[in-house]
């Protein structure tokens, strides 16, 4: 091995061994959110649909488009041969706002900042392998919209802390409390893959999926307020400890994916996402709600960057 390559080596590793240091001192802080106690205990999927609808307005907002690898979005091991796509597609990013009757407005993750007008708010060595690009029109951050929507958020629900879904939290009151399954990973790694979505400032209130209904064929349902109006459906695989998100509005059930599935595609022909934590549950957490849509094709079924 020459010498140029060794000291290449052990510059590298003196910069994964900084960065994973430096990692816990950059991490928010965690809280348990105190759930409700939960009105979905020896209920079936068709009364809890039926119920009367807490949740009265949702709205979907785009805050831009990344252009991602093939491979990231899907498992092409599992992809046919002709399969038609590219190497790389072009994926919006959304929030979602829905208002509950007598809690208020909240939000499902925070979308795009204004800087992914240019290259947006993540960087690092590694950061180039996740999102090539981004697209973004003056006044569809994330910031632009909700000044527009002129709305009281009550609070910010993570399906799960990868940076696509965190990277507009720059622009958003860092007041307003912020919810993520109990477990979920936070990566901030200077100089590999970070960003200022959230420091040791923030708390996350962690949501205790564990306590969750099982209700076929799903295994952990959460009763976020307690009324059977907005749900929490541990979905890991994707990430360390991934929601998906059930709504019971007045136009009918809601389910957002979240990156259980990123795209149609993936959730019609059951392929799970090619970034993975673990592909097993992955797998797993997507045959759940393919089955769950599969059983109530009244869902409305929104992907994770896709409608």
């Given at each position: 091995m020459s010498k140029k390559i060794s000291l290449f080596l052990v510059a590298f590793a003196t910069i994964i061994a900084c960065s994973i240091m430096a990692c816990s001192s950059l991490q928010p802080q965690r809280i348990t959110h105190q759930l409700p106690p939960s009105q979905l205990d020896n209920k079936q999927w068709k009364e809890i649909f039926s119920q009367q609808a807490q949740i009265d307005s949702f709205k979907m907002l785009t805050t831009g488009s990344v252009k991602v690898p093939l491979g990231g979005v899907l498992n092409k091991d599992?992809?046919?041969?002709?399969?038609?796509?590219?190497?790389?597609?072009?994926?919006?990013?959304?929030v979602f706002l829905f208002h509950h009757q007598k809690k208020g407005w909240f939000m499902?993750?925070?979308?795009?900042?204004?800087?992914?007008?240019?290259?947006?708010?993540?960087?690092g060595i590694l950061a180039g392998n996740f999102i090539k690009a981004a697209k973004q029109n003056k006044s569809q951050n994330i910031q632009a919209q909700l000044e527009r929507e002129n709305k009281k958020i009550e609070g910010i629900f993570l399906t799960h802390l990868h940076g696509d879904h965190t990277a507009g939290l720059p622009e958003i009151d860092p007041s307003i409390p912020k919810y993520v399954a109990k477990g979920e990973q936070y990566l901030n790694l200077p100089l590999l893959y970070?960003?200022?979505h959230l420091s040791k400032k923030d708390t996350l209130s962690e949501l205790d999926w564990e306590s969750g209904s099982s209700i076929f064929p799903l295994e952990a349902v959460i009763d976020i307020f307690g009324?059977?109006?907005?749900?929490?459906?541990?979905?890991?695989?994707?990430?360390?400890?991934?929601?998906?998100?059930?709504?019971?509005?007045?136009?009918?059930?809601i389910l957002l994916t979240g990156d259980v599935s990123h795209t149609k595609y993936g959730f019609v022909n059951n392929i799970e996402p090619g970034w993975v934590d673990d592909r097993k549950l992955a797998v797993q957490s997507l045959s759940q709600l393919v089955k769950f849509y599969a059983l109530y094709p009244e869902l409305r079924v929104i992907f994770g960057h896709e409608q």
């Open positions: 599992k992809l046919p041969p002709k399969h038609g796509l590219a190497d790389f597609l072009w994926v919006e990013v959304f499902i993750d925070t979308g795009l900042d204004r800087t992914f007008q240019q290259k947006g708010n993540i960087k970070s960003s200022n009324d059977g109006s907005f749900l929490g459906i541990h979905t890991p695989g994707h990430s360390s400890s991934h929601l998906s998100y059930l709504l019971m509005t007045e136009e009918g059930p």
